[in-house]
């Protein structure tokens, strides 16, 4: 360490030294012609003012020094910085303003750098401002505090000039705006407070001003064009040469005024509005208009609500065509699905597609519009068309397309699709379980009779509905089709076992479908008197059935039965394909050509509705079998009917048909039925958890469990609730009758 | 006789005078309630008065009304109780004797039932039984005993083995009963059980339409359609906003 005494060096002399450094630090600055700092000029620099600080009291003079920084740039600042900047206005302004910062850097980096040993040991130890900050926070004490509105006003009047199309220095602004940042010192403040509230304000009023106008003059969508093109340059102007957290606040600002001051206006516009865009398709100025309004709150909300209006609308038209077809149709035919039916279900599925597609696409499967078009469907696939319900023409529908030789005739593919979209339909149905029951009688009419095209599509739908509505729904169904799998298996073991005992053989053919009472729907088997031929072939059915199966009990079900029985007529034979009902009436003229009406009643033990059905199918309709006294169309129980032996066809086989009792009501009361048994089991089920519940809860809850099925009335739920009282399930509260209480 | 304090002995002077019981009866009461004499009022009359009456004599009241070959009062028997009584058969008076009774069942009282009923009544001879019919009739005043008589009034008129009242005895009962209480839809109640329901009335719906009848004002304002009314009730309601019976304001 150099130990030596250094000679003290006095506060003027040693300033006087320094001066001239800075002298020429300015005159570089200035651009006057100047050597660049040598190290050495540097090093001695340092070097005096590391003396004058280090000299032992009272020669040390850190506290004048640090005083004498400060005042140098303060003499600059007003001497030449002030000067010029006073003298220059707008754009010119701005640049000397970005001039003048970027020197006083300059300056405030070398000053820094003599003055160095200040910071380290002096500034430190005191806590002072640190040479840096104290020359920066000059520049904002005298410059920026003084002409800040100035280029405030300067930089906004170039914003605005830009909005209006013209091209402007993008660079200069964003030099400017660094400055509103940078004199912060870490700080956002200068930026926010003495700038970017007042662009906001002024981008306020610009877009409101052309807002004003634009509502008027132009359609929703020029409108919305010009909003996202408006945005869309907001967001660039931030990129360019805003701050970038300018972003969020400037596009909420253009936001408020061009979309949410004026949504409702845009949207309702008459002729060019939320509702005319859908109305005409217009799926480009639907997107836009989604990607706008899902920019502000709640914006989408009512743009939701108008797609639920317009699809409810359109859904609804669709009904009500449906219902003016069916009005016009001929009154016999009424109560059958009929083709315009079809048509109906096609266009349902139809208009569905098309939606969905909108909500995906134009509203980016937004769930708000899933929610609308869910809801606009329920509206009207509830709604049902002339007496039948959707849930039957669903079902119908798929019966159709499954059936052979039904109307639609499509390939594999377009059948798989055309399920696939049915399936999706029935979600919005409430009454799921009435859906499922029709279904299953047609699918039981398809099994039984042998109707069904193809087993794969048969299997394809369960799945899919099992898919959606749950393995309990479909069981049933799934057994079905698999109980006539094992029934044709069993029909081969039938056929071996009478030709391993042909002393059996009841010489007639006879295939039997034995299914689990469980899955089918329910027929009514009516102790009919067969005929001895058909009795011999039951007897050996059971005794076939007792060999496999013990403790099982067969139920005879007749009247889902065919026979094909040759007719000996004059002209010649022919085979008739007919029911079993229907065989064993024309069996009776096998033992009497003339039978009145009420033997025939006796003789096949039927009820008159059936037997009136057999016998107008057999003599009044296209194939007269029997001839009929009086020859006329309706039966009555004073007729007498007798073989026609004249009868004769150009066909060797002929099917009689026997037209189907309409079912509809049975289903329905079916259904009815089911449903009291499930909100029995329900309301039973939430009170034995619950043990004491008040009467809304209950129902609500209620409601919420069979909602997967069906919509249950409120009033059927009470008078469910009821009959649990009065076969003592439940009790009303003795002090409170709103509530009840679960008696185990 | 105990030595008692002259405060006393007067309380016990105020109370036989006031309720006619015997000095022992008084004195145990006011024993019970600790001289206080109000206390003692509810001890003598919440308490079957047994002491009040002669079982003796009751025996002699049932054997002169029973059937000569069942242990039982059957129809001749009332209405021969009716005839000596002065009052109608079908007087609602009979209804609330009956309730003391606990009778089972409509026109019929078992030896236990009617002496029982005639104790808690505090009868030992027809006259005074006479002589008390003006305070039971009054009984159907108070609230809490007409609710009473009213839900004893379900069981005791309707079949035995049934689970319900058949809707003719209904509508006569609740004409009997609501007669007191002059309830202004009476008759459009009844009228709309004829055309929309005739069917059995619950129990259930039996108790709530007291209820109905106590807390919903004639113009159904305070009536809540989301409420657990039974579904007759709501029914009811309905008919008389359809019919225009009553116009509710919401």
């Known amino acids: 360490m150099a130990t030596h005494e250094r000679k003290t060096i006095d506060l003027e002399q040693g300033w006087e030294f320094m001066q001239k450094g800075i002298t020429k630090l300015k005159n570089i600055l200035e651009g006057k012609p100047e050597p660049q700092f040598s190290s050495e000029d540097y090093m001695m620099l340092y070097t005096t003012i590391y003396n004058m600080c280090t000299q032992k009291p009272p020669h040390d003079y850190s506290q004048q020094l640090y005083e004498k920084y400060r005042e140098s740039f303060e003499e600059y600042i007003t001497s030449m910085v002030l000067p010029s900047l006073r003298e220059k206005h707008d754009e010119f302004m701005l640049r000397e303003l970005v001039k003048r910062w970027s020197n006083h850097k300059v300056m405030v980096r070398w000053l820094s750098r003599f003055f160095h040993y200040l910071d380290r040991y002096f500034i430190s130890r005191r806590s002072l401002p640190p040479l840096r900050e104290v020359g920066l926070s000059c520049f904002r004490d005298l410059v920026y505090q003084e002409i800040k509105g100035k280029v405030k006003s300067a930089v906004i009047s170039l914003i605005d000039r830009e909005r209006e199309g013209e091209q402007i220095d993008r660079a200069l602004l964003k030099n400017v705006l660094d400055i509103f940042v940078e004199i912060g010192l870490g700080s956002m403040e200068c930026y926010e407070n003495d700038f970017e509230d007042f662009l906001l304000k002024d981008t306020a009023d610009y877009y409101s001003i052309k807002a004003q106008t634009w509502i008027l003059e132009d359609s929703c969508p020029d409108y919305m064009l010009k909003a996202e093109e408006c945005l869309k340059r907001e967001k660039e102007r931030v990129a360019h040469y805003l701050h970038s957290s300018s972003e969020q606040k400037l596009l909420e600002k253009v936001q408020h005024e061009l979309l949410t001051q004026y949504a409702s206006q845009l949207l309702e516009k008459e002729h060019s509005g939320c509702h005319a865009l859908l109305r005409d398709d217009k799926v480009e100025d639907l997107s836009r208009m989604y990607r706008l309004f899902s920019r502000i709150t709640r914006g989408l909300e009512p743009v939701s609500q108008i797609f639920k209006q317009h699809v409810t609308n359109e859904g609804t038209a669709l009904v009500k065509q449906a219902e003016d077809a069916a009005s016009n149709k001929k009154p016999e035919k009424k109560d059958m699905v009929g083709l315009q039916e079809q048509i109906f279900v096609r266009k349902i599925i139809e208009l569905h597609d098309k939606y969905v597609a909108y909500v995906t696409e134009c509203f980016q499967g937004h769930t708000l519009f899933h929610k609308a078009l869910k809801e606009a469907f329920e509206v009207f696939c509830n709604k049902g068309v002339s007496g039948s319900s959707n849930a039957e023409l669903l079902a119908t529908f798929c019966d159709n397309i499954l059936k052979k030789g039904g109307s639609e005739k499509l390939s594999d593919e377009a059948i798989e699709d055309t399920l696939e979209k049915v399936v999706r339909l029935l979600a919005y149905i409430s009454d799921k379980d009435l859906f499922a029951e029709f279904y299953r009688k047609k699918l039981a009419r398809r099994l039984l009779f042998d109707k069904s095209a193809n087993d794969e599509h048969e299997r394809s739908i369960l799945t899919k509905l099992k898919q959606q509505c749950g393995g309990q729904f479909t069981s049933k169904m799934e057994g079905m089709v698999t109980d006539l799998t094992v029934a044709r298996d069993h029909q081969t073991k039938f056929e071996e076992f009478i030709s391993n005992h042909p002393e059996l053989n009841p010489g007639i053919d006879l295939a039997v479908t034995v299914l689990t009472t469980g899955f089918w729907p329910s027929y009514k088997s009516f102790d009919i008197n067969l005929p001895s031929e058909m009795v011999k072939c039951v007897e050996v059915f059971k005794e076939f059935y007792q060999t496999r199966t013990k403790h099982r009990k067969l139920t005879w079900i007749y009247s889902l039965g065919t026979c094909n029985i040759s007719a000996k007529f004059e002209a010649k034979t022919i085979e008739l394909i007919v029911t079993t009902y229907q065989a064993a009436l024309l069996l009776l003229f096998n033992g009497a050509d003339r039978l009145s009406y009420s033997e025939i009643v006796t003789q096949l033990n039927l009820s008159d509705d059936d037997v009136v059905r057999l016998l107008h199918s057999l003599s009044c309709a296209k194939y007269k079998i029997l001839n009929k006294e009086p020859s006329n169309k309706s039966i009555s129980p004073n007729d007498v009917f007798e073989y026609n032996s004249k009868f004769t066809d150009k066909m060797r086989r002929i099917k009689i048909p026997l037209p189907p009792v309409d079912e509809k009501k049975k289903v329905v009361e079916d259904v009815d039925k089911d449903r009291r048994y499930a909100i029995d089991a329900s309301i039973v089920r939430i009170m034995k958890s619950r043990k004491v519940l008040g009467h809304q809860q209950l129902v609500m809850e209620c409601v919420e469990q069979l909602g997967r099925m069906f919509k249950p009335d409120f009033k059927a739920i009470k008078k469910r609730i009821e009959d649990l009282i009065t076969r003592d399930y439940l009790e009303r509260d003795k002090d409170n009758p709103n509530v009840y209480r679960y008696l185990a | ?250």
Not at chain 2, 28 to 41: M, R, T
Not at chain 2, 77 to 105: E, F, R, Y
Not at chain 2, 122 to 150: C, M, T
Not at chain 2, 159 to 185: D, V, Y
């Open chain 2, 1 to 250: 006789m105990y030595k008692l304090g002259r405060g006393n002995r007067d309380k016990v002077q105020q109370f036989m005078t006031i309720t006619g019981a015997s000095e022992k009866v008084a004195l145990q009461a006011l024993k019970a309630s600790d001289w206080h004499l109000e206390g003692a009022f509810d001890f003598f009359y919440s308490q079957p008065q047994i002491s009040a009456v002669n079982t003796r004599h009751l025996e002699d009241i049932f054997n002169r009304y029973k059937e000569p070959d069942a242990d039982m009062i059957m129809v001749e028997g009332v209405s021969q109780l009716c005839n000596d009584l002065q009052v109608d058969p079908q007087d609602i008076v009979m209804l609330v004797i009956s309730w003391h009774m606990k009778a089972a069942t409509m026109c019929e009282f078992t030896r236990q039932e009617f002496i029982g009923g005639l104790q808690s009544i505090g009868v030992d001879s027809i006259e005074k039984f006479r002589g008390k019919l003006p305070s039971l009739r009054a009984e159907l005043k108070d609230d809490n005993k007409f609710r009473e008589i009213y839900n004893f009034a379900f069981t005791w008129a309707r079949e035995k083995g049934q689970k319900s009242l058949s809707l003719e005895t209904a509508i006569g009962m609740w004409q009997l009963l609501f007669a007191e209480r002059n309830w202004p839809l009476l008759d459009h109640w009844c009228q709309f059980l004829q055309v929309r329901h005739n069917k059995a009335i619950s129990r259930d719906t039996w108790a709530q339409l007291l209820e109905f009848v106590k807390t919903i004002d004639p113009q159904l304002s305070n009536y809540d359609d989301e409420g657990a009314w039974p579904y007759l009730i709501d029914e009811f309601v309905e008919y008389l906003t359809e019919n225009g019976f009553v116009q509710r304001k919401k």
